[in-house]
């Protein structure tokens, strides 16, 4: 399955089926209220059972029909848990978790700018909360896995593989993600603030937008791709501009 069909209404449903069928993954229907506060809440009045099973073809198929557009949930916990890394107003925060988390190449990216780094199995007695900026999805809980703006990438390569061969998410880990606010950052800069300073630095010198974007790759980081790098990097470029 190719990720991105998650993000194409013309494949959605087939790539819902394959994540249910081939994955053993749960999903159910969830608000698409941007603004509202039961945005991303589920539908089902008890969406609970899921927890312990995934739904059958045919009710995946009833709620594909009752609810056009909505977002589709994936319930955590098994066969996968979620690190939800919520950079997007705080970019230290994906410094943070690059240099102190199992890499992880299967990510989600969230219509705000964030991440969901998906693992086959985070340690049990992980409780869903947040953690200043690094949330924890875990059994009982879900995440949004697929509608406008999300979109999942399997780093090392185009395919998807299974859930299995995704890396843990130790006891030790989940103790940093809670008591980080106690570690004591090892950059003087952040990401961000580095390859916007480089970014300055060649507009400067008189490089083209294009030139910039042709040379950026190079300051892509350990659980970031080229293509995300060229994204961050355009942003900058139009706000300069």
Not at 22 to 42: A, W
Not at 46 to 63: A, G, L, N, S, V
Not at 210 to 237: F, N, P, Y
Request: hydrophobic residues 30%; aromatic residues 12%.
């Amino acid at each position: 399955m190719g990720l991105k069909l998650l993000s194409s209404p013309e494949n959605l449903r087939d790539a819902l089926v394959e994540l249910i069928e081939e994955h053993d993954v749960s999903v159910i229907p969830c608000k698409n209220l941007p603004g509202n506060i039961d945005n991303k809440k589920p539908y089902l009045e008890q969406w609970r059972p899921f927890q312990e099973r995934r739904p059958t073809i045919q009710e995946f198929e009833r709620w594909f029909e009752q609810f056009p557009n909505c977002l589709w949930g994936a319930v955590t916990g098994s066969p996968f848990g979620v690190v939800d890394v919520d950079y997007y107003k705080d970019p230290s925060i994906l410094d943070w978790a690059t240099d102190n988390l199992e890499y992880t190449p299967l990510k989600a990216r969230t219509p705000q700018g964030g991440q969901h780094w998906i693992y086959s199995r985070i340690a049990k007695e992980a409780r869903n909360g947040a953690y200043g900026g690094i949330d924890i999805r875990n059994f009982g809980g879900y995440v949004i896995c697929a509608g406008p703006g999300y979109e999942w990438t399997w780093e090392l390569d185009s395919d998807f593989h299974t859930f299995r061969e995704l890396p843990e998410l130790s006891s030790e880990q989940l103790s940093r993600i809670k008591n980080r606010n106690n570690v004591t950052p090892i950059r003087i800069k952040n990401w961000h603030e580095e390859v916007r300073d480089w970014v300055w630095a060649c507009l400067g010198d008189g490089w083209e937008d294009g030139e910039i974007l042709a040379a950026c790759s190079r300051h892509t980081e350990k659980g970031w791709t080229d293509e995300q790098t060229r994204r961050d990097v355009q942003k900058m470029l139009q706000g300069r501009r």
